[in-house]
Every structure is written in structure tokens, then in C-alpha cells.
């Protein structure tokens, strides 16, 4: 981990609001609640927990624990009281959509998050940055978002209120623009309603939420990942159909890889770090392939069936070599073996072979999909 000493960003009260741009420097931090599913807090300052460090994410954190819910928040940013049992977070006070547009792919792929809270566009509306547009970039920083980790929970709060009649004026009308997009994304994106129901009284400066508004927040998320019981569960163990994702060994942290991106018949299958290069992205098929670079399938070399056995890439043929069963243990079983897909001696550093073994349940041979 990382941790992230934010600078203050003032927000102005009166007749117009100016909220700067932050820049944040890191040192390492510990990680906390490894383990639990990921959970990714992303915005501006009122993620971040500007005027109460570490803001909703105390309450939320509380109410997470309460419930019997395994939670590890990540991101670069860390801060919060001791009552906050993980203090990771990505809020950058400041910070406007482009912003986080700009890091954000580094980002999930440093921390892997299989859930996402975004709360953005107060500073470009406070700001006034090409208001008209925003809800576009609010749109293309979900594509980016849904492209490089297809099997996120993602939640996109309409954002909380301000003091300030212009300001409010143009919350307003970007909230109002919020759901279309969100209902453009598919079925794992999720709209929260983070205006509805607040009023002045929640603000501490007209603007950043008080303690009561913060926890009101926390209540609106926590609701909303209830409602989702996916996006509370650690891990996908099976590839949805149709969508191109990662495969990833757990053990490792590295992903299904070909090796030197090769797109010849018989190139070798290993792990290597993740990177979302083509040659990482593998989709599941109804008939039970994994396919990579759309006409390349995962091969079980001469349809083998002995512990060793190499696992390659091939034309896809609809042969048994090709077909396998991905169970939710996070397993997957050759069809025409019985046998597992399983990181060879159970390595974990880049190259290490993939082969065909007789399944066993270790970590070898658990796999997950990003």
C-alpha cells in the first residue's frame, strides 16, 4: 500500500466556489483487512473526508463490520481515525473527472478492487468546468473503468449538495444527467442517490459533509451493497460469457498469460504479472471455450489426459481439448481429462508453466476472473 498525506483544498463560500487541484506525495503503508473483498472508495475531497478524516468511509466501515462483512478498503490514499478499521481510499481533494479519468486504469490495476464507490463531478461543477460536457466525461471514465476490470461492481453516486445557489444549480442539472448514463453501462453498474434527502444542515462549509452528513452517505452505500449481494462477495470464481476479462491465480496475483503475446498454434500458456494486454484477455463461451484474440482458443495439447500435460493455444476447433467445466470453487476442468487447470509446482513468479493435474483443491489451481 501506499499512503497518500492529501494537501487542504479550500472551498470558498459566498457567491461562487473555487475548489483547487491537490497533489498528493506517497510512502509506503501496511496494508489492513487483507482478505476481504475489495472495495475501492473513489473521488474528490468528500471521499477523501475533507473536514472529517476519513469521512462516510468510518460509518460505512462500522456498519460493513456490524453486518459480519469481510472488507478491504484499497487505494493510494490513507487516512482516517482508529474507529475506521481500514484507512485505504483513492479521494483526491480537487480533483475533477478528467482527474481521476487520467490515473485511473494504474490505479485498478495496482489494487484490484471487485467493487467501486464513485462519487465525482463536485469539483467540475464547483470549478465550472465545461459543465455541459461532464456527464460525457463522467461516461467515458466508466468505460475506461468497465474495460480494464469487466467484472467490477461499480456504484455512481449523484452527487451530494451544495450551499451555493449557482453551484447547486449546476449539481443539480449533472445529477439529473447521471442516471441515462449509468443506465448505459449494463447490469453491474449501479446509480446511488446521494442528493435526495440532504439539505444544508449536512454540510459543514456549505459544501464538504458534516459528521451527520457523512454518515448519511455511508448509509445510502451501504444500502446500495446490500441490494447487490455480488458486490460484497471477494471474488468472481467464473467467468461470465461473452465479456473479456483477466483469468487470475489468487496464489499468485499473475494472470493467464500467452507467452510474448504469441498468436501461433501451440504458444505456451503461463502466469506473468497482470498487465490487460490482448493476450491476458480471455473469454468464456457458451460452449465452454476461453478465447484469446477472438480466434485462438485454451488447448489441452493432443487432447492429453496426464499430470503435465502442456496447456497451450490453438485455432478454435470445437474439440473436447477446448472445453472445460469452470466450477465455483474456482476451479476449471479439462472435459476431456477431468483434471485441473494448474500453475505448475505451485509457482508464482513470471513464467511459470500452466499444465493439466490431477485436481488436488490447492491454490494452484484457483482461478479467478477481473
Known amino acids: 500500500m501506499r499512503r497518500t498525506f492529501r494537501l487542504l483544498c479550500a472551498a470558498v463560500l459566498g457567491l461562487a466556489f473555487a475548489i483547487g487541484t491537490a497533489t498528493a506525495t506517497a510512502a509506503p503503508a501496511q496494508a489492513e483487512s487483507n482478505g476481504g473483498v475489495r472495495v475501492m472508495p473513489l473521488g474528490d475531497s468528500i471521499t477523501d473526508g ?24 484499497v487505494g493510494s490514499g490513507f487516512n482516517g481515525p482508529a474507529s475506521l478499521g481500514d484507512h485505504d481510499h483513492e479521494g483526491h481533494s480537487g480533483w475533477r473527472i478528467d482527474q481521476i479519468d487520467a490515473n485511473i486504469v494504474a490505479w485498478l490495476r495496482s489494487y484490484t478492487p471487485r467493487t467501486i464507490l464513485l462519487h465525482i463531478g463536485t469539483n467540475d461543477m464547483g470549478q465550472n468546468y465545461d459543465v ?14 468497465r474495460a480494464t476490470v469487466p467484472t467490477v461492481e461499480l456504484f455512481v453516486a449523484q452527487v451530494t449538495p451544495a450551499a451555493d445557489p449557482a453551484f447547486e444549480s449546476r449539481i443539480q442539472a449533472f445529477n439529473a444527467a447521471v442516471p441515462g448514463v449509468v443506465a448505459q453501462k449494463g447490469p453491474m453498474t449501479h446509480l446511488v442517490d446521494m442528493h435526495t434527502g440532504f439539505t444544508t444542515a449536512d454540510l459543514a462549509d456549505g459544501l464538504h459533509p458534516n459528521q451527520g452528513g457523512y454518515d448519511k452517505m455511508a448509509a445510502r452505500w ?44 501451440g504458444a505456451q500458456v503461463h502466469i506473468w504479472d497482470c498487465h490487460g494486454g490482448t493476450n491476458q484477455r480471455w473469454t468464456r463461451t457458451a460452449a ?27 485455432s ?55
Open 288 to 314: 465452454g471455450e476461453l478465447r484469446v484474440y477472438g480466434n485462438r482458443c485454451l488447448d489441452v495439447n493432443a487432447n492429453g489426459t496426464a499430470n503435465g500435460t502442456k496447456i497451450q493455444i490453438w
Open 222 to 265: 451501504f444500502s446500495a451493497l446490500q441490494s447487490v449481494p455480488g458486490s460484497l462477495t471477494p471474488q468472481v470464481t467464473v467467468p461470465p460469457v461473452g465479456t473479456a476479462v483477466s483469468v487470475v491465480n489468487p496464489q499468485s496475483n499473475r494472470c493467464l498469460d500467452v507467452s510474448g503475446a504469441s498468436t501461433a498454434e
Open 316 to 370: 478454435c476447433n470445437s474439440s473436447t481439448a477446448q472445453r472445460f467445466t469452470f466450477n465455483a470453487d474456482g476451479s476449471i476442468v479439462g472435459a476431456g481429462s477431468g483434471k485441473c487447470l494448474d500453475v505448475a509446482a505451485s509457482g508464482t513468479v513470471n513464467g511459470t508453466l500452466v499444465q493439466l493435474y490431477q485436481c488436488n483443491g490447492t491454490g494452484a489451481q484457483r482461478w479467478t476472473a477481473r
Open 50 to 73: 475533507f473536514n472529517v478524516p476519513g469521512g462516510y468511509r468510518i460509518n460505512l466501515w462500522q456498519r460493513m463490520a456490524s453486518g459480519g462483512y469481510t472488507v478491504d478498503f
Open 132 to 145: 455541459a460536457n461532464a456527464p460525457a466525461r463522467l461516461s467515458a471514465l466508466i468505460d475506461k473503468i
